[in-house]
């Protein structure tokens, strides 16, 4: 078994989601994006894990249910902030380590659990995302080399991703790809996979 990780910015207006804006104000985008990390929390929540960790850019709020080890962000672009969490949470306890982002509301305890339980016989596991990114990385045992220097928010971001940890000589395994919240339409779209969410209900509640 694994530990899970979520890494994810306070949900402040103006400092999150900021691609919603238009059509959302920052207040709204602020509000879908609380209400996708509260159901990426939920979801980590439910699914059996030695530890569960939040890397947390900002503060903890009410949105944060018990049970998680809350270690600040460090580092300065997304490869050295994403280095530096699987560094400290492996820190703090020594198993492999799977990543999220708060970008995926639709996240389920049964993709997680299969994540972790893939890294019982792979050295990685990988999740990509529609946009090119990625929305999971779980690693046996984290390194930094296999991160930093990586581009983030770039339109090939999963495939250079991909490759570094294929050229590291790591098994890896795919996970199903998943569309991360960026647009409108994203949200629209997500929304529609996971009807019953805080995410969904949130963008129903401002629809109307």
Known sequence: MAQIMIIAKEPVAGRVKTRLTPPFSPEQAAALAE????????AVCATPATQRVLALDGLPGSWLP????????????LDERLAAAFSDAYRLRPEPVVLIGMDTPQVTPALLSAATEALTGHDAVFGPAADGGFWLLGLRQPD?????GVPMSHPETGKLQLDRLDRAGL????????????TAADALAVAAQSPDSHF???LRELGE
Not at 144 to 148: G, N
Not at 171 to 182: A, I, N, R
Request: proline letters at 8%.
């Open 35 to 42: 209400a996708a990390l509260r159901d990426s929390l939920l």
């Open 200 to 202: 969904a209900t949130t």
């Open 171 to 182: 098994s890896v395994h795919l996970l199903p790809e998943l569309t991360d919240v960026d």
């Open 66 to 77: 018990p049970g998680f080890a809350v270690i600040p962000q460090r580092g300065a672009g």
């Open 144 to 148: 930094a080399s296999l991160l930093l």
